[in-house]
Structure formats: C-alpha cells, structure tokens
C-alpha cells in the first residue's frame, strides 16, 4: 500500500501542481494517487513527441481520463531535433524547456521516476565509465525555472506501481518504443536487469539505496571541502597554492570549481591532463585543456592560465 504522506512529503499542497503525464503507468499512477486524494491544484502536462505512429492516440488518452480526473490536460507537441545528441537527451530538453515554460515562482512539476529508475541511471552511467558524482540517485526535488521538479515516487519500486495500477483497474498506455534494444537504458532495463534480478532479488532496490548512500556522502564531503578551502573554490585560482595542497584535493577543489558553474564534468583523463598542464608543469599564456559533453547536456569548458592563475570558463 503506498502511504499518501510519503507521497506528498516533498509538496507544497498550497501552490500549483503539475503532473508530467505520458499515459504510461508511472506518470499514470502519479495521477491517480493525486486526485484520489482530493488535491485540488492538479493540471496535467502531456508532450506529445511526435516518435510513435501512435502518438495521437496517447494524447487523446491523456486528454480523455484528464476529464474524467476533472482536471485541466495541457498538450504541448514538439519535434526532436537530435542534432548531436542522443535520442533520449534531445527528448528530455524538450520536456525540460516546456516544464520552465510553465512553471511560475513556487509551482512544482511532478514526475513519474521510482527506484527501478534510479538502478537504471546508476548501471548507465557506470558502464560509460561516470565518475562518484554521476552515480549519485536522482533528486528527489530540485529547481526548474521558476519552479520546482519533484519525484514523489523515487521510493517506490515498479512492482508497487503496478500493483497499485491492478487493484485499482487503471487502464494507462504502453509505449512500444521501450521494448526495443537499440536504446542503451531499455536494453538495460529489459536485458541487464532482469538477468540481475533472477540471481539477486530486489537487486533495483539494492542499487537505488547504495546510489542514494552515494549522494549523501557526496554532499557531506562537499560541506566539508567547502568549508575547508572556501577560498580556492572559484572559477579562478592561484596555481601557487594548489599546488601547496595534496593532489587529490587539487582535483577535487577543481572539479567542484568547474560544477559550480554548471558546466560538464570532464573526464578522469581530462583532469589528468589539468594537473599535468597546470601544477605538475610551468603553464604560459598559451597553455589551455578543454572538453566537451558528448550528449551536449551541459556546456562544455576549458582552462587557462593568466597572472599566475588557472581560469575555468565555458566554452
């Protein structure tokens, strides 16, 4: 039985909720768990990304059990421009642009993401080689615009979702796209995963709770980073006192340099050639390490090195 006060722990019942509504089972669920609660501020947002020959109806679904729901439905059709990305992150700044689009100062969007999606981003990410940051668990709320994005279902595995779905005879869609192979995340969602889980039972739950310990010592060691070289932590720093300071900190103190200017972090090779570039050698004006993100989610950057100091900005 999924518990109502878990569920809305993280709301603001008082301010405008949205529901990122897909039609399939977790958004679908999401729904339902609200308006059988007798929430009164719920609207829905369905983008309609224009992947499936069956998209028209997926909308005319949302649209029709939104009524049912007697709740407004908010249809917003885009088109995918991969333009180097991949598919799945072209997709998710669509999404993301028309969320901001909507939210104003305080409203909240809320999506459908569980604990099986978390297993899902952790698997991901390690197999592509991330480093401790990336294999932290998705925020259970963070800022969106004006806004708020919250994942009240982060707790809850895909089986308590289900359940709730069939006990309570919720019709929702399936998205023939997730059965393929050609995505990395299906293939480990219906490939990785389930082999996993025939050995070790709960092995989504598993991984979700290690990559939540994750994010909570990851944010306990930056609070004390912080607090211990505040004044190094900056988009421009003396390489005279780095290289005062034990390597691994160096590294450190840089990569929470460049994050906290929200620009990609670059890989353990990358930063390798940082220290090679900057502290183990004698830099000049036109000494310069750059990198990219390969799915162009964050802006990429570089370094340089002016008066004595390196200079991390965007590129």
Known sequence: MINFNDLTY???????????????????????????????????????????????????????????????????????????????????????????????????????????????????????????????????????????????LINLTKENIMMYLRDNNISYINDESNDGQEQDRNYIRNNIIPSIEQRWMKASSRISNTSEFIRIKNQSYEILLEEKFQHLIDKKIKVKDLRKIDEPFVIDIIRHSIRKQSIAMPSKKVIEEVIKTFIQSNPGPKSLVSWTRADKDQAGGEICYKDGCIIISKK
């Open 10 to 152: 993280h709301l603001d019942l008082d301010k405008k909720i949205y529901v990122g509504y897909s039609g399939g089972p977790d958004s679908t669920a999401l729904l339902h768990l609200l308006c059988s609660n007798d929430i009164s501020n719920i609207e829905a947002i369905h983008i309609n990304h224009n992947l499936s020959s069956n998209s028209a109806k997926w909308e005319d679904h949302c649209k029709q059990t939104s009524k049912k729901l007697g709740i407004p439905c908010h249809v917003e059709s885009v088109e995918i421009k991969i333009d180097g990305d991949g598919l799945e992150s072209a997709a998710r700044k669509a999404r993301y642009k028309i969320f901001t689009k909507y939210l104003k100062e305080g409203d909240q969007i809320l999506l459908g993401h569980h604990s099986n999606d978390v297993a899902e981003t952790f698997l991901l990410r390690l197999f592509r080689g991330t480093g401790v940051d990336g294999l932290e668990s998705l925020n259970v709320k963070r800022g969106v615009g004006d806004g708020y994005l919250v994942r009240p």
